[in-house]
């Protein structure tokens, strides 16, 4: 089993950027696809970006392509998500979560990731 810890959040204002890092133990050494997700109050869970094993493929959400960029560092056990342009609709808590070590098929289903963080908070000011 995996664990995940995140943190980078803060609190910054709408054009400024945050990089929010997840940091992984137990079993680990890029044995998951990765992703971030996020949930803002009274909304469901949503995806926001995915990354491979390798960190070769990734995936983002249509409503941060551009502005994101998910990458992974395995010699460290890390997966970061470095957060340009922020606007005050990116506040949310993000959560990292590990993906199935069977595939390395990146989804956006959360249902398909096998262990969370306890997520890290965003906020946005306008």
């Known amino acids: 089993q995996v664990q995940l810890v995140e943190s980078g959040g803060g609190l910054v204002q709408a054009g400024d950027s945050l990089r929010l890092t997840c940091a992984a133990s137990?079993?680990?050494?890029?044995?998951?696809?990765m992703g971030w997700f996020r949930q803002a109050p009274g909304k469901e869970r949503e995806f926001v970006a995915g990354?491979?094993?390798?960190?070769?493929?990734?995936l983002y959400a249509d409503s941060v392509k551009g502005r994101f960029t998910i990458s992974r560092d395995n010699a460290v056990n890390t997966v970061h998500l470095q957060m340009n342009s922020l606007k005050p609709e990116d506040t949310a808590t993000y959560y990292c979560?590990?993906?199935?070590?069977?595939?390395?098929?990146?989804?956006?289903?959360?249902?398909?990731?096998?262990?969370w963080g306890q997520g890290t908070q965003v906020t946005v000011s306008s």
């Open positions: 137990g079993r680990t050494g890029g044995n998951y696809y």
């Open positions: 979560g590990a993906g199935n070590p069977f595939t390395d098929s990146i989804t956006r289903d959360q249902r398909l990731y096998t262990a």
């Open positions: 990354i491979s094993r390798s960190g070769g493929t990734t």
